[in-house]
Structure formats: C-alpha cells, structure tokens
C-alpha cells in the first residue's frame, strides 16, 4: 500500500503561480509513474500531467506550457508547478502514484483562482 500526502494549495490570483508537492511512502526509484489528476465542482476527474520513473512527461492540453511536473526519486517527491493560472483550473488535485500497475491515489489539496 503506497500512501500519498499532497499539499501546496490555497487562494491564488489568476495570473499566478502555486507549486504543489506529493510525498510517497515508498520509495521513489520504485513508483513507475507520478501524476497530477484534479476535478473541479461538477465535472469529472481529467488527467493533468504525469511523468515515468525515467521518461518525460505527458500533460493534458489545456496545461501545456504552463505546467511542469517533476520528480525527486530520493525525496520520493513529486512537483506539479503551476504558472500563468485561470479561474478554469479551480479544482482538487490529486496525486497519483502506479506501481506495477496499480494505481495509488492522494486525498487532494484544494487550489483556487480568484481575484
């Protein structure tokens, strides 16, 4: 059982920038693939960006070139920076973790847009 922490939320203005943190219980060098999930108020939950143990990463659309997702294996730490933030990426994030094919999820951190 891999257990997940996020934090880094909070109020932001649109046009800012939040950094979001995700610390694993198990060891970095382990967990094939970190990712960014989030789920704003009645819609359904969308993939942000998720990066493999080695690979480059993937991001949705509507965060391209405005968000980056990293990983420090020895901190068993995942980062999502956020820059250039909008209203529309009102949601909870969540961390997600996958290790041998199965999926570890985050109780969410809450970021929110608005002036």
């Known amino acids: 059982q891999v257990q997940l922490v996020e934090s880094g939320g909070g109020l932001v203005q649109p046009g800012g920038s939040l950094r979001l943190s995700c610390v694993a219980s198990e060891s970095g060098f382990s967990i094939d693939a970190m990712g960014w999930y989030r789920q704003a108020p009645g819609k359904e939950r969308e993939l942000v960006a998720v990066?493999?143990?080695?690979?480059?990463?993937v991001y949705a659309d509507s965060v391209k070139d405005r968000f980056t997702i990293s990983r420090d294996n020895p901190r068993n730490t995942a980062y999502l920076q956020m820059t250039s933030l909008k209203p529309e990426d009102t949601a909870v994030y969540y961390c997600d973790a996958e290790v041998r094919g199965v999926h570890y999820g985050g109780k969410g951190t809450l970021v929110t847009v608005s002036s």
């Open positions: 990066k493999k143990r080695w690979g480059s990463a």
